[in-house]
């Protein structure tokens, strides 16, 4: 592989892992309230945060194009504060990243929390535990599988995500040319052989991920017995 390539890879990885660190930020809460929430709405809320399981990443990709765009109200203000544009940058294919991987982190950790026991809560709470003390030292320690789960599956969604970044960020090299973009450029060039050490690293990486989350469903179930 080229210098190039090698490039592709690390700024992958550097997408993931900036946008499964906001991704965790943001969803712990927004999963914690789905999870306690009542109200009939419920439904259309997690229905939203589940649209881009279904939506195709180029739909996903056109209407964020257009947010980000500095015709947009979005997009000009980011350039008003920042100088710089959000469509065709790094921030703007992590925030993509962010919205495309969200019902990923999101979900598990919302699952996770709705079978956690609500006596725990309330047991804490009556000791004289308050609600901020009670999420960090009860719910967080008893959810860290669901946790492990979402990253795991927001970091992997991240590595092989295409459409949503293509539309985006286009292919600019060491700005937002990432693995799956480099992938289609040497197949489109007939060079299949780059491609392949390229796919290679793909799906190495793609598979250690599966691995670990594995072990670990399977280290916890080992320590329970």
């Known amino acids: 592989m080229t210098g190039s390539d090698w490039q592709a890879v690390f700024l992958t990885l550097q997408l ?6 906001i ?5 712990i809460p927004m999963a914690w309230w789905i999870s306690r929430m009542q109200s009939r709405f419920k439904v259309v809320l997690e229905s939203i945060i589940a649209l881009p399981i279904v939506l195709p990443p180029t739909v996903l990709g056109f209407y964020l194009l257009i947010m980000f765009s500095p015709n947009s109200a979005v997009g000009s203000a980011w350039v008003s504060i920042t100088g710089s544009t959000l469509a065709f940058s790094f921030t703007g294919i992590v925030l993509g990243s962010v919205i495309y991987s969200l019902p990923f982190v999101v979900q598990p950790i919302q699952s996770a929390m709705e079978q956690m026991q609500q006596g725990y809560w309330e047991a804490a709470g ?3 535990a308050n609600k901020i003390d009670r999420f960090f030292t009860l719910v967080l320690p008893m959810v860290w599988k669901g946790l ?3 990253a795991g599956l927001g970091f992997a969604h991240t590595l092989g995500e295409f ?11 060491g700005e937002t040319r990432v693995l799956s973009i480099a992938i289609f450029e040497h197949v489109e060039a007939f060079e299949y052989e780059r491609a392949h050490w390229l796919s290679a690293v793909a799906l190495i990486l793609s598979f250690t991920m599966l691995v670990l989350l594995y072990s670990t469903q399977k280290q916890s179930l080992w320590v329970k017995k």
């Open 16 to 21: 993931a892992a900036i946008s499964t660190g």
């Open 126 to 128: 009556s000791l004289g």
């Open 23 to 27: 991704l965790l930020v943001i969803g």
């Open 163 to 173: 459409g949503v970044v293509l539309m985006i960020g286009g292919n600019l090299p």
């Open 148 to 150: 492990l789960i979402g």
